[in-house]
C-alpha cells in the first residue's frame, strides 16, 4: 500500500481506502463480516476508514466502529460526516451550529472513539453563513473531538469563502471529498482544479466504481437487488446505452492487462495527482481482495492512452454518497 500525505497537515492516506456508503449496516449487517473485511483492509495497509452519520442512519458507523474496534486507534485515520437529516426535526440537519454539536457526539458515541480525525460537512448548507459552520468546527478541533475538517461536494466558490473565513486564525477545511471516477470527471478536473493544484486541499474521491457500473456489472441489464436495481434516482442518472457500452469497451483493455475492469477504473484513479485517497466499498472479501489488488496494477502511457480514448467526452452526473 502507498500513502499519500493530506494537503499541508503531515497527516499520511492509504492510496485505497474503505467506506461504508451502501454496504456496512445497508447491504451488509452482520458483524463478523464486516469484522473480517476492516480486519483484512487494515492488514493490507488501509489506515483511512470513511464513514458518516447518515449512511442506513447511524448503522454504518456503529458496525464500523465495532469492527475498528479490535484495530489500534493510532495506526487508523477515521472520519465521519454532518449535515444530512437524521430525524424529522427542523434541526436536526444542516450544518448550524446546533447540528454541529450535537451530531458529532452521537457520531462519536456510535464508532465508540473519542474524536475522529477528519469530520466532514457532508454537503453544502446555502441556509447557514459560512462562518458559523467555519467557527463551529474550529471549536471541535480545539475541544479535541476532531482533527481535521473537510467539506464534500461543496462548490469552490464556497470552499473559498471558508478558506477565507478560516484566515490564519481559525482552523480551515483541509481537504475535499468529491465524486470522481472514469465517467464524472468534470467536477475534479475544472471546478476544483485551482485549489488542488495549488496545494490548499486534498482530496478523497468517492464512487470509483460508479456505483458498480464501470465492474461491469451491469453488461447485460440490472442484477436483482444490485445497487442500481434498487436505487431508482442513481438507475436514472447512471444507467444509459452510452455509459454501458463504454464500460463494456472497457473489458477489452482490462483482459489485455489481465486485470478486472474494476482494477483497471481503480488504477486509473490511483495515477491522477490530485487525488489523496480513493474510498472503495466491499461487501465480502473477495471484492475487497479485487480491490486491494489494483494498486499493484500499473497503467503504462499506451493503457492510460486506451483508457481516455474510451471514456473521451463522457457526459456529467451526480452520486449521492
Not at 194 to 222: F, I
Not at 268 to 284: E, N
Not at 293 to 310: F, I, K, R, S, T
Request: proline share 2%.
Amino acid at each position: 500500500m502507498k500513502y499519500r500525505n493530506m494537503a499541508a497537515t503531515g497527516v499520511n492516506l492509504s492510496a485505497l481506502s474503505l467506506g461504508g456508503w451502501a454496504s456496512f449496516g445497508d447491504v451488509l449487517k452482520d458483524e463478523s463480516a464486516v469484522k473480517a473485511i476492516v480486519a483484512r483492509a487494515h492488514e493490507s495497509g488501509v489506515n483511512f476508514f470513511d464513514m458518516a452519520d447518515a449512511y442506513a442512519r447511524g448503522e454504518s458507523e456503529r458496525i464500523m466502529g465495532k469492527a475498528l474496534a479490535q484495530l489500534p486507534r493510532h495506526t487508523l485515520v477515521l472520519s465521519s460526516k454532518v449535515f444530512r437529516p437524521m430525524s424529522d426535526d427542523v434541526n436536526d440537519r444542516g450544518l448550524s451550529r446546533k447540528h454541529i454539536f450535537e451530531s458529532i457526539d452521537r457520531s462519536l458515541r456510535r464508532i465508540g472513539t473519542d474524536y475522529v480525525d477528519i469530520y466532514f460537512c457532508h454537503r453544502d448548507d446555502p441556509d447557514t453563513a459560512v462562518e458559523e459552520t467555519v467557527r463551529a468546527m474550529d471549536d471541535l478541533v480545539r475541544a479535541g473531538k476532531i482533527l481535521y475538517w473537510g467539506t464534500s461536494e461543496w462548490p469552490a466558490a464556497r470552499i473559498e469563502e471558508a478558506l477565507d473565513c478560516a484566515g490564519r486564525s481559525l482552523y480551515r477545511p483541509q481537504v475535499e471529498q468529491s465524486h470522481y471516477n472514469l465517467l464524472e470527471r468534470s467536477r475534479v478536473e475544472r471546478e476544483l482544479a485551482s485549489l488542488l493544484d495549488e496545494g490548499r486541499l486534498a482530496l478523497t474521491v468517492y464512487a470509483p466504481l460508479a456505483s458498480g457500473l464501470l465492474s461491469g456489472k451491469y453488461d447485460d441489464g440490472l442484477p436483482a437487488g444490485s445497487r442500481l436495481q434498487r436505487l431508482d434516482a442513481q438507475r436514472q442518472q447512471w444507467y444509459t446505452q452510452d455509459r454501458v457500452g463504454r464500460v463494456r469497451e472497457l473489458r477489452r483493455i482490462a483482459d489485455g492487462l489481465g486485470a478486472t475492469r474494476s482494477q483497471v477504473a481503480l488504477a486509473w484513479l490511483l495515477t491522477r495527482k490530485r487525488v489523496t485517497s480513493v474510498i472503495t466499498g466491499a461487501t465480502s472479501l473477495a471484492q475487497l481482495q479485487e480491490n486491494l489488488d489494483a494498486a499493484d496494477l500499473a497503467l503504462d502511457d499506451a493503457a492510460l492512452a486506451a483508457v481516455e480514448a474510451v471514456f473521451a467526452d463522457v457526459g456529467a452526473t451526480r452520486s449521492g454518497a
